[in-house]
């Protein structure tokens, strides 16, 4: 069951797409940057983005035991790690967004039994 669960995030990866690219860090961190401003017009999609993709992969680690993120954990907090990680790890930024999630959230809350 894990490595279907794992198996269908990668196919995610795959087929992320962001206004007709794949799915970046470099991408990913403006949108969560831009997220963390006053909602407008402008960063609505943004902050949507952002947020469903932290949350969609955080919900997969979980389910395949690859992180073990506190319940009391808001989404908020999950993005700031990922806009952190994206930073400190420049050279990365090319990458695909949803591995990079990925990489953030077990590189913060690694899997504890």
Not at 11 to 19: E, K, L, M, P, R
Not at 27 to 42: E, I, S, V
Not at 51 to 58: F, P, R, T, Y
Not at 83 to 89: F, N, P, Q, R, T
């Amino acid at each position: 069951m894990k490595t279907l669960l794992l198996g269908v995030l990668l196919a995610f990866v795959s087929v992320t797409v962001v206004h007709g690219q794949t799915g970046t860090g470099m991408n990913l961190l403006k949108f969560c940057k831009d997220g963390q401003q006053p909602l407008t017009n402008g960063t609505m999609y943004s902050a949507g983005y952002c947020d469903g993709l932290v949350h969609g992969v955080a919900t997969t680690a979980q389910m395949t035991h690859s992180v073990s993120i506190p319940d009391d954990v808001s989404g908020g907090q999950l993005q700031l790690v990922v806009i952190k990680y994206l930073s400190d790890h420049p050279e990365s930024l090319n990458e695909s967004d949803t591995v990079l999630v990925l990489r953030a959230l077990m590189a913060v809350y690694p899997y504890r039994k």
